[in-house]
């Protein structure tokens, strides 16, 4: 596990990965994928749609449980994540997403299985490839 404090706006929690579910590109992600990543304390951007130009805010708290990567993020104060936030706030906007590459996978009877990736960022996104990677609390 691993945080990180920040000032600006809106804050968030959810699952950017929910594991043992296949998504719409036919992988499932395995518990433990994110382990080896997440105990290199890597930093971890907050981005919105997998743009690494669109930073929109920080992630403070991220980690496995049982369930799959569970985050905290918080927004930027600039008028894109001020624009995201308003979204989340109405709940047009819900999709949680990461970006990675794959280190260790398997196929499965009916779909790729991932059990280590090289986690790259997170992302806010409209649709995530993983339809269960949802934000479940909003917090100002």
Avoid at 59 to 73: K, N
Avoid at 96 to 102: D, I, P, T
Avoid at 105 to 123: F, M, P, Y
Wanted: hydrophobic share 40%.
């Amino acid at each position: 596990m691993r945080q990180q404090k920040s000032a600006g706006g809106l804050r968030f929690a959810g699952y950017a990965s929910v594991f043992d579910q296949i998504d719409r590109g036919g992988d499932i992600v395995r518990p433990g994928a994110f382990k080896r990543t997440l105990g290199e304390g890597r930093s971890v951007p907050l981005l919105w749609q997998h743009q690494p130009g669109k930073c929109i805010g920080v992630i403070e708290h991220i980690a496995e449980d049982t369930r799959g990567l569970q985050v905290i993020g918080r927004l930027n104060d600039d008028a894109l994540a001020a624009m995201l936030g308003r979204e989340l706030q109405r709940g047009s906007l819900t999709g949680l997403s990461f970006g990675y590459r794959v280190q260790a996978a398997a196929k499965g009877r009916t779909a790729r299985e991932l059990n280590d990736v090289d986690l790259l960022e997170v992302s806010l996104v409209r649709r995530p490839m993983q339809p269960l990677a949802r934000i479940h609390k909003i917090a100002a």
